[in-house]
């Protein structure tokens, strides 16, 4: 996992060494950007998918409040940098993750970073049992989860599942499809209590949807829309079952 971060930092030279040992130091850590003033700051927020700001305090056209005022609500961390100590405890009540003294401590900056990343690991772990489909306690719906949350889509929609690497393919009857950064496996493990089966190594049919077998050796399935779906031999009396 790398943190996507930025300076906002009014002194070149401080920039610099901190930009230097992160580099060095803390190779998790993604330099996006630098600021010199809040306004700069602020716009670089406002513009990138951030995990980690480091933040001066004083600094011109405002300080590092008046900056975190500005952005309100905050999906990132906050690293204060300072040659202050006694912004501590408004630093604290800003939610801070780390407040770091200047002359900048190696030791005491990875610390830090590696806070930031033990907060953001719990975080993305708690997001993705948010996201798995088999926790959804909503009866016939089913979460998918995009760069920016969750769609819910409603399992009666979806006529069959293709596996495309590690990414799934979701077909609906809308013919609308959606490419999921999941395995087909975890669809098979959320979708199969709600009457989807799996037919084939590659595919996982809503079982509902199934207007036709067509006999062979694993023989063929058509799904309402028409779509024709190879069934594996080793799958064919697991798809039988449910019409037994």
Request: neutral net charge; charged residues 20%; glycine residues 0%.
């Given at each position: 996992m790398k943190l996507n971060a930025i300076l906002v930092e009014d002194e070149?030279?401080?920039r610099l060494i901190l930009k230097n040992y992160l580099a060095k130091y803390c190779p998790n850590v993604n330099i996006l950007g630098e600021a010199s003033n809040i306004n700069e700051g602020l716009e670089l927020i406002r513009n990138l998918d951030l995990d980690l700001v480091f933040l001066d305090v004083e600094m011109p056209y405002g300080n590092a409040f008046d900056l975190l005022d500005k952005v309100g609500d905050r999906d990132f961390e906050t690293v204060f940098v300072t040659a202050y100590n006694n912004y501590a405890m408004d630093a604290l009540n800003a939610h801070a993750s780390y407040y770091l003294m200047k002359p900048?401590?190696?030791d005491e900056l990875i610390k830090a970073v590696d806070y930031v990343m033990e907060i953001r690991t719990k975080e993305d772990a708690l997001q993705d049992q948010v996201l798995i489909p088999k926790t959804?306690?909503?009866e016939g719906k089913i979460t998918i989860p995009q760069q920016d949350g969750f769609e819910v889509l409603n399992t009666k929609d979806i006529?069959?599942?293709k596996a495309d690497d590690n990414y799934t393919e979701i077909y609906l009857k809308n013919n609308k499809k959606?490419?999921?950064?999941k395995t087909?496996?975890?669809f098979e493990d959320a979708l199969?209590?709600?009457g989807f089966a799996r037919v084939h190594k590659s595919y996982l049919v809503n079982v509902g949807e199934v207007v036709k077998y067509i006999k062979g050796k694993g023989g063929s399935v058509i799904l309402s829309n028409g779509k024709e779906i190879m069934v594996s031999a080793s799958k064919k009396s697991d798809l039988l079952s449910y019409f037994n």
């Open positions: 070149e030279n401080s900048i401590d190696i959804n306690n909503v006529l069959y599942c959606k490419l999921v950064s087909l496996k975890y199969t209590p709600s």
